[in-house]
Structure formats: C-alpha cells, structure tokens
C-alpha cells in the first residue's frame, strides 16, 4: 500500500515520498520518506538513505502534497460478470461431456 | 609518479575523513548525518587507495608514521566541531581538490591517473553535496565568516602554481597561503587518538 | 469486494489485530493504541540514536582503515534507522523535533545498554556481535507489527543489520586469535556487558499482561526473546574459549536457560535516566541539538 497522505499533519509540507527500483525490470516500490526543503536536497539524502548499499538502481522523489490518495470505490451492484469468481462452470461441463460421452479432455 | 604529492592527497583525505566522521551522530540533522557519514567513508576510501599505490601495507602507511612524516595540510587539521566551519572547509576544500585531481588524471603514471579519474568520479557526488549547502547558506553570515577564515587554509591545500585556478572558483583575493609544510597543533591530539589502539598491541598485531 | 474497514470500536479493533489485521497510518485506532504505538517506536528511534554516542568514539580509534570503515558504516545504519523510525513516528503525530527535546530533557527513555561506558576496542566487538544480535532478535519480531509502516521499515532495518553482527563477530575473532593481551580485552568487556545483556530484554512479563502485546505492537514475549538470544548466542561464545560470567547459567533438559536473577531494579534504575553515562551523553547531544538549531532554521524553513 501506498503513501498516500500517510501523516496527521506534521511537515507534510517538506516530506518527500521516495520510490526505489531495485533492478532493472522491476516496478518503482514505495520505500520510505525524506525531510527535505526542497528538490535538491531530497535526491542528495534519499541517495544515500536508499541507495548507500547498492540497494536500488533508480529512485523517485516525490513531494508528499503532490500525491492523490485514492481509497475507495463504489461495491452496490453484482460485477461478477467482469471477474473469474463470477464463473462457475463445474456443473455444465459435466453435462457436457456426459453428453458426448468423453470422460474428460483428450 | 610524486610520492610527496600522492602521500599529501592521501594525508588530507585520511585526516579529512577522520574529522567528517567526527559528525557520527551529531550532525544538523539525520538525514544529513547519513550523507555526510558516506563522505568519510569515502575520503578514507580513497586514502586506503593511495596509500595502496605507494605501499603493500596501507594500514602501516596510514597509521605507523611519526607526526612530522604526514604530510597533510593544515585545513585537514583543524578540529572545527561546528556546522558553519566545516561545511565551509568541506566546501573549500572539493572546490580546491577537484583542480589537484583533475591535474592528476593527466599524470604521466597510467595507475595514478586510473585512480586520479576513479577518485574524480565518486567526488562529483561530493561537489553536489557541497554546493548544495553553499548555495543554501552563501547569504548566512556564519557561513561566510567561516569561508573567509578558512580561505588562507584552503589555499594551502595546492601547490603554488595551481591556487590561481582556486582563486577564480572561489571569487575571494589571493592572500598568504597556509601551506603544507608545518602541521597545525591540531594535528598531534588527532594522531593520539587516531593510533591509541593501534599503538596497545606490538606492530603486526591482528585487529 | 469492500475494501476492508477497521472497525471504530476498541474491543472490534482488538480483534482485527489480534487476527492478524494490518493498520496504516490514516486509519482509524484507538488512543490508547496510538500512543502506545508512539512511545514505544520512539524509545527504539532514541535508542538508535544514542547507541551511536558509545561506538561513535571507537571509529576515531579504529586501528585499521578496514574497521574504521565498517564501524562509520554500522554506525552510519543506526542514524539512518533512527531516521526511518522518527519518520513513523513523525507520521502518527509528534514531530521529531519534540522526540528529540524530549530526549535530552530526560523525558524520554533508550535502552538500557547505552547508558553503559565503552572502555576498551573489545567493548567495540561485544556490542556489534552480542548487543546487535539482541537487539535483532526483538526486530525481527517486530517484522510482525500491527502497525504497518513499522513493520515496513523493519525489514530495511533487519537487513542492514545483517553486516553488523558479521563486523562484530569478525572483530571478535581476530581479537582471540591474536595476542593474550587481545583475548583478554573480550572477555574483561563480555564480564562487564553480560548483565545489561541480560537485562536487555526486559523483565518477564507474561503476554496477557503484556499491552504491547494485546495490540500486537510486540509478537514476542521479553523472556522468549531472552531465550532465543541465550539459546544462539551461548555456544558461539563458549566455543572461543570464552566464560559467560553467570555461574548459575545452564540449559536444563527441557531446553529451558537458567540464569542468575537479573537486577530488575538496576535495569529500571538505568532506562529512567540513572545510567553511568546517561546525563553525560545527553548533554552531549543537547550541547549539538542547540548548538546546530540555526541549520535546521536556515535549511527546512521552506
């Protein structure tokens, strides 16, 4: 889960979010924050925060306040048509093949 | 190859490096004290890289001299456990060390100039660091105060013939250098406690 | 598919934690949860922190540029992990500023082994080898924090500390392999760490009593911890020729360690601020925290 505005509203004016990829290949993953005052000082200390080990191959800084937080979605009606549990096919492959009497595929 | 000049840069970086590393824990703030730790790291990265040019045993080279054999400069020295002055001298000092590496890499010893080109390459994150905070703090007077006093110092870290360059990148008049050549007071409380433990087991102890 | 929802109920939100439910940091919880969760994280912050003053003076001692490498780099993590765990911290509310003025007041409390004198360069070894590994066996179990983002960054923590024991172990065994003088460094520092080891844990609090394990802030028992440290580390110990300076310590047949009492009220001494070292370090860190005030102004005013 993400960062989201993951604070009750201490610093989120200088708190950048840093996202890290740890090789090539791989998707940038939420890794942490920085308190920084701005741009250059956030990449000076997420560098070594994050990277000192050789830990990641690339980072994202991002200013907390410029992240949206999107938490919630609408669940009133039956969207099964449109996911793999809403598929039950059991039943009707029975009879299937009773009818073409063929035990299973092959 | 100048083993004088090489001891001098790995004396500076060793010395410089043990004084960073004096801001373990106390630095201004977390985020910073982590950086800068990799600063030290760093400088005495570089002086076991030297070192090893000039010796099969860095640690003998770095450690077992007497005081008046080291032959780093003064600005190196300076105890200056306060943030204006040492990010001044960190600053003076990248500013003054990228005109001696870049002269370096043209050494007419191909291994001094690999290393020369190696050390330049991990000092641009240096520099970054630096003119980070110079760009931060050039109009807080604390800053530069302690450029200004520091500067005769910083001087010294080069040769004569190259502190005309350092002149231009730092934009303050030339003054009477603080040369290499005679340590500072400072330097002899370092070394005590650089070698304290060293200097409890007998030479070629195990640690 | 609801996403799931904490429940606004205290007895509710026991559950969920209790059935291994996660919490982020703009969910709902109860206060007392909250600053449970706050106190608890911030001790551990200011216990990476002032872990660093002891060993801070060794690097500058360190007699090779190898050691004193690794040392700046061990205690170069601990900083960050402090960082990592203000951050969390910093997150539920309290700004890390107040942590830290809170430390040096003395209003704040750190593990009991850095309020202890470091002596000698076998102190160095001890610490990295047998105090780490203390203090990971409780991290580890903090992998499993109701409290997410500190689960999270418990993993970056455990894995940086996995040089750290390897560094001390290292350092250890050069030490008594090398000259008598050497030997006798280790062990002269293990008799003087031994106790606060032991200690280190907290006194046996069974896990009903526990809040912080009601909450699910702890997944570990402080006796169980206690044991699984004597039960890793006793036999590297004695099997460099080492003596654990406890007499009465065995392992009885049911696979249970039998030590000597510890001193609860030497450890409750201690953590409340009654330390050998404790105002001398916290004046230390005052004496920065102050003198440096003007950085933080002139750097994080935006």
Redesign the interface.
């Known amino acids: ?1 993400g960062p ?8 989120e ?2 708190v950048w979010e840093v996202f890290r990829k740890e090789k090539r290949g791989a998707a940038f993953e939420h ?7 701005d741009a ?2 956030a990449e ?2 997420a ?3 994050y990277g ?2 050789g ?1 990641s191959v690339a980072l994202w800084l991002v200013p907390r306040d410029a992240i949206r937080d999107v ?3 609408a ?1 009133e009606f039956d969207l099964k048509y449109r996911r793999v549990d809403g598929y039950s096919i059991k039943t009707r492959l029975k009879e299937a093949r009773e009818r073409a009497g063929t035990a299973g595929p092959g | 190859m100048n083993e004088q000049a090489l001891l001098g840069l790995a004396d500076d970086e060793l010395v410089l490096g043990w004084r960073d590393s004096e801001w373990t824990g106390i630095a201004p703030m977390l985020e910073e004290d982590v950086a800068f730790s990799s600063i030290a790291q760093n400088e005495i990265g570089h002086a076991r890289a030297v070192y090893s040019l000039l010796s099969d045993d860095p640690d003998a080279l770095a450690f077992d001299r007497k005081l008046e054999d080291y032959r780093c400069a003064p600005l190196v020295e300076l105890h200056l456990l306060e943030w204006a002055h040492t990010i001044a001298r960190r600053w003076l000092y990248e500013v003054a060390d990228e005109i001696r590496i870049t002269a370096l890499k043209d050494d007419s010893d191909s291994a001094v100039a690999g290393l020369a080109a190696k050390i330049d390459r991990e000092e641009a994150y240096h520099r970054m660091h630096a003119e980070m905070w110079h760009d931060r703090l050039r109009e807080e007077p604390r800053f530069r105060k302690a450029v200004e006093e520091l500067w005769p110092y910083a001087l010294g870290v080069l040769p004569a013939e190259l502190r005309g360059e350092l002149v231009t990148r730092v934009g303050l008049g030339e003054v009477e250098a603080v040369a290499r050549g005679t340590h500072s007071d400072e330097l002899g409380p370092l070394w005590e406690e650089m070698t304290m433990v060293r200097r409890s087991a007998p030479a070629g102890a195990e640690w | 598919m609801a996403a799931v929802e904490i429940p606004r109920d205290e007895q509710a939100f026991l559950e969920y934690v209790q059935s291994g439910g996660q919490v982020e940091t703009t969910d709902w919880m109860p206060e007392d949860y909250r600053k449970k969760l706050i106190k608890f994280i911030e001790m551990h912050g200011n216990s990476e922190l002032m872990g660093v003053l002891p060993e801070r003076e060794w690097i500058l001692r360190a007699p090779t540029l190898q050691r004193k490498l690794a040392l700046t780099a061990k205690v170069q993590d601990e900083v960050g992990h402090a960082q990592l765990i203000y951050r969390v911290v910093e997150d539920l509310g309290k700004p890390r500023e107040q942590c830290l003025a809170d430390l040096v007041d003395g209003k704040a409390k750190f593990h009991n082994v850095f309020h202890y004198p470091t002596k000698t360069w076998g102190d160095v070894g001890v610490i990295a080898w047998l105090v780490d590994a203390a203090a990971i066996i409780s991290q580890k179990a903090l992998l499993k924090c109701s409290y997410a983002p500190y689960a999270r960054i418990m993993k970056k923590i455990c894995w940086e500390e996995s040089f750290h024991i390897l560094h001390g172990r290292d350092v250890i065994l050069a030490m008594v392999t090398g000259t008598p003088e050497q030997f006798q460094l280790v062990q002269e520092a293990l008799d003087r760490w031994w106790d606060p080891l032991m200690q280190f844990h907290g006194n046996p609090i069974p896990s009903e009593e526990d809040p912080m394990y009601l909450w699910r802030i702890k997944s570990q028992g402080n006796e169980e911890a206690r044991q699984q440290f004597l039960d890793g580390y006793v036999p590297q110990i004695r099997e460099l020729g080492l003596t654990v300076p406890d007499p009465k310590l065995r392992k009885r047949d049911a696979g249970v360690w039998e030590y000597t009492e510890p001193d609860w009220d030497e450890l409750k001494h201690v953590v409340t601020g009654h330390g050998p070292k404790t105002e001398e370090r916290l004046a230390f860190r005052r004496r920065f925290l102050e003198q440096e005030r003007w950085v933080r102004d002139a750097v994080l005013a935006a």
């Open positions: 889960m989201g505005r993951g604070s009750r509203g201490v610093n004016h200088s890794a942490g924050s920085v308190v920084a005052p250059d000082f000076a200390w560098r070594e925060q000192r080990r830990e938490e919630d979605w669940d």
